[in-house]
């Protein structure tokens, strides 16, 4: 079992930058090494993909909302994962979240993904 712990959020101005983490714990990456994704939910909203990443950072995928300014990495060494989000704009406010892959992961859909983190607030004001 896995579990994961979002970190990095906050509050910024609109054009800032903020880099999100995503720590693996109970079985390391080295030993369980699966794609990952990003994901946010703004409130009254529905969890939407933001960002997903192979099992080795070889391919990425973006939402188009969200592409040219965020970029997803993995350290596999550190059991992390990153989300490195420049040029925010308030419509970026949400809860972010963190997940594991599952098989059919690649469709990159909420119901793709399990074994969420608790989230971490990202508030962009104009």
């Known amino acids: 079992q896995v579990q994961l712990v979002e970190s990095g959020g906050g509050s910024v101005q609109a054009a800032g930058s903020l880099r999100l983490s995503c720590l693996a714990s109970?079985?390391?990456?080295?030993?369980?090494?699966?794609?990952m994704g990003w994901f946010r939910q703004a409130p009254g909203k529905e969890r939407e993909f933001v960002a997903a990443?192979?099992?080795?950072?070889?391919?990425?995928y973006y939402a188009d909302s969200v592409k040219g300014r965020f970029t997803i990495s993995r350290d596999n060494a550190k059991n992390t994962v990153y989300l490195q989000m420049n040029s925010l704009k308030p419509e970026d406010t949400a809860v972010y979240y963190c997940?594991?892959?599952?098989?059919?992961?690649?469709?990159?859909?909420?119901?793709?993904?399990?074994?969420w983190g608790q989230g971490t607030q990202v508030t962009v004001s104009s």
């Open positions: 990443i192979n099992w080795d950072g070889s391919s990425t």
């Open positions: 997940a594991i892959g599952g098989r059919n992961w690649y469709l990159l859909g909420v119901g793709d993904f399990g074994s």
């Open positions: 109970g079985r390391t990456f080295s030993n369980y090494v699966v794609p």
